[in-house]
């Protein structure tokens, strides 16, 4: 069964940079045809697709986050991180990590909650 766990700091300041991690078990993140998204959730609000990097290293953004936002991946790690600058109050949200397949696969972290406050 593959697992998804993020980690990340919590709480960031306005202006700063936000660092999740997104560690996977149970299952290589370079098994062909696998995407692995960040996924938030706004308070109060529906759930945005930020961005995926695929199984063979592409990587994919909303366009509006593009701008801001980072998507990588350690192969040796099995991780998946995102870096997002010029962090903003209304980026607080729960950040999901998921991974998706064309088979429908689709599997979930349980989500960290980032919140944007001096």
């Known amino acids: 069964q593959v697992q998804l766990q993020e980690s990340g700091p919590g709480l960031v300041k306005p202006s700063q940079t936000l660092s999740l991690t997104c560690t996977v078990s149970?299952?290589?993140?370079?098994?062909?045809?696998?995407?692995w998204s960040w996924i938030r959730q706004p308070p109060g609000k529906g759930r945005e697709w930020m961005g995926a990097?695929?199984?063979?290293?592409?990587?994919y953004y909303s366009e509006s986050l593009k701008s801001r936002a980072s998507i990588s991946r350690d192969n040796a790690k099995n991780t998946v991180y995102l870096q997002m600058n010029s962090l903003k109050p209304e980026d607080t949200a729960v950040y999901y990590c998921?991974?998706?397949?064309?088979?429908?696969?689709?599997?979930w972290g349980q989500g960290t909650q980032v919140t944007v406050s001096s």
């Open positions: 149970g299952g290589s993140i370079t098994t062909s045809h696998f995407y």
């Open positions: 998921n991974g998706q397949s064309y088979g429908g696969y689709d599997y």
């Open positions: 990097i695929a199984y063979d290293g592409d990587t």
